[in-house]
């Protein structure tokens, strides 16, 4: 009954240890995910704000050009 015993609390130190394991490789996993959707947020946003500056950009320039001939 001892060896059984035994055996049960090595067979669940094994698991526990490649519990852990999966832990460490799935939040190291998360972190890298985390860091590279913010890196994708701040280039989004970097997009964002250069498409605004041309829309300005064209839309004054549209307003200052004359009227096509045909007008």
Do not use: C, K, W
């Not at 998360?30 to 913010?38: E, K």
């Amino acid at each position: 009954m001892a060896a059984t015993l035994e055996q049960r609390l090595t067979e669940l130190e094994v698991r526990l240890s490649f519990i852990d394991d999966t832990l460490t490789t799935v939040n190291d996993a998360v972190a890298t995910h985390d860091r590279y959707i913010l890196a994708l947020r701040n280039s989004i946003e970097a997009l964002r704000i250069e498409l605004q500056s041309v829309r300005g950009s064209l839309g004054q320039a549209a307003q200052d050009e004359p009227p096509p001939p045909h007008y």
